[in-house]
């Protein structure tokens, strides 16, 4: 019996061969091409399967099911993270296929189905597989308090809120859908790169705007200019969901992306910048210990000032007048600070910007006295803001440079340099003669003489 079955499975020879070889699996091929959609068969792209109780037949109408379900022959879907590496490594290079979706899905809401206690990913042919929904997580053990035992805490029972609504796991699936919807607008800038379209494709940018939008409305941000150009007042709560989406690593990803997909110019950059700039601490002023997270509140950095080098004077202006209206004083700390620069970093593009535009709108025939106006206005704020700072922490310094021999380097350790040069140009003859002030009692305290003893109250006047 033994003989025979070894016979029809062509292993006759297998006592004969080196114990080498008996432990070596050959490797079986998969052809590309093994059969046609027609349905007509081709034994030469499938491997002759053999089993006790299904016929070759079966076997191969079980596996061309299951490559119908699985496999669209679209490598943007099926080979994704491949095709985009090759994409970055050759950026200028023709690829075989481009890097772009063949057709755009459905975008419909992302409703979960409430009726179902798990979620399940419906595949044809493999029946449901259920997957791990970050909206129901599953508890790992069916745990009881350790006080819910006795009759009085029936009012701490009651006030303990399940994990699905918890705040933080809210802010996460809120991050997760985020994400989701900026691969969504990824497909539509490809789909439009890599193909033509007779009304150019106006349509599809309205939806990728719908899009951008529709997660402004998601983290709830609030637009102080209004609508007509009426003001509307901030309360503290309007930036709660912003802020608990921010707080998390992966939450300042999604912002930094957010940015980078924005096309410059709109409102709707200036409405997430200022945002920003309204929590310019909060984001940007706190020790960041973690490597992983230093990087993404660094890669946030970049983006911001990248969107600000593409702002006009009317958005800086509102941006700079978002930091003044902060009920959180801005970290104005000299750049290399081992503190962390990232609002200084910041707050300095925003000034180059300024004065860019402004040398080129004073020498163009369309300037606009009014926009000039508004960010004059929110620049003698700002500067107010600034040099009240940088005179406190210089009387700060000389005070305790009593039991210090340098206060030289205390003073470039704290004091915004980079801030108050970038100011210089933009400032009238008053802020200059203030900038003049605070340099000589700079130099002295530097020399280490009493003189320079120049009244605060006065400056600050």
């Not at 021999?405 to 704290?414: G, L």
Request: hydrophobic share 40%; glycine share 6%; proline share 6%.
């Amino acid at each position: 019996m033994t003989n025979n079955f070894d016979t029809m499975l062509g292993l006759t020879d297998r006592d004969q061969r080196p114990k080498s070889v008996q432990k070596v699996r050959p490797m079986v091929r998969y052809p590309q091409q093994g059969f046609d959609v027609n349905g007509q068969k081709f034994d030469i792209g499938w491997p002759q399967f053999r089993s006790k109780h299904m016929t070759t037949d079966e076997i191969e109408t079980i596996l061309r099911m299951q490559l119908a379900a699985t496999h669209s022959n679209d490598p943007y879907v099926d080979d994704y993270y491949h095709q985009a590496c090759l994409s970055k490594k050759t950026a200028r290079a023709k690829l075989r296929h481009h890097f772009c979706p063949i057709h755009l899905r459905d975008l419909p809401p992302r409703a979960r189905a409430n009726a179902e206690p798990h979620a399940f990913l419906q595949v044809d042919a493999l029946g449901r597989i259920p997957f791990s929904s970050i909206r129901r997580p599953r508890p790992l053990l069916e745990v009881e308090p350790p006080n819910s035992t006795g009759g009085g805490n029936t009012e701490q029972n009651s006030a303990e809120k399940p994990l699905e609504q918890e705040p933080m796991l809210a802010a996460r699936v809120t991050i997760e859908d985020g994400l989701c919807l900026l691969l969504d607008v990824d497909d539509i800038d490809r789909f439009l790169e890599f193909n033509q379209f007779h009304e150019g494709g106006t349509q599809l940018r309205r939806r990728r705007q719908a899009l951008l939008e529709g997660l402004a409305a998601s983290m709830q941000l609030v637009d102080p200019l209004g609508k007509n150009g009426h003001t509307v007042g901030l309360a503290p709560k309007d930036d709660f969901v912003f802020l608990r989406l921010v707080s998390l690593p992966k939450g300042r990803k999604l912002l930094a992306r957010y940015l980078q997909l924005i096309f410059p110019g709109g409102d709707l950059m200036r409405i997430v910048c200022m945002a920003i700039f309204r929590h310019l601490r909060f984001l940007f002023g706190g020790l960041l210990f973690d490597i992983g997270v230093a990087e993404t509140t660094n890669n946030l950095v970049r983006s911001v000032s990248l969107c600000v080098r593409r702002m006009d004077l009317c958005s800086l202006s509102a941006c700079l007048a978002a930091v003044v209206c902060s009920s959180e004083q801005p970290p104005l700390r000299p750049l290399g600070s081992s503190a962390g620069n990232g609002a200084s970093l910041i707050l300095l593009s925003v000034l180059e910007r300024a004065t860019e535009l402004l040398n080129d709108l004073h020498d163009a025939s369309d300037y606009n006295a009014t926009n000039g106006a508004l960010w004059k206005a929110s620049f003698d704020e700002f500067f107010s803001l600034l040099i009240k700072y940088c005179i406190n922490k210089y009387d700060g310094i000389m005070q305790s440079s009593l039991s210090d021999s340098d206060p030289a380097e205390s003073i470039k350790r704290e004091l915004p340099m980079e801030l108050l040069r970038a100011s210089v140009p933009l400032t009238n003859d008053y802020q200059k003669k203030l900038l003049y002030d605070l340099s000589q009692r700079s130099l002295v305290g530097q020399d280490g003489g009493n003189g320079g003893d120049i009244n605060s109250e006065v400056v600050l006047s």
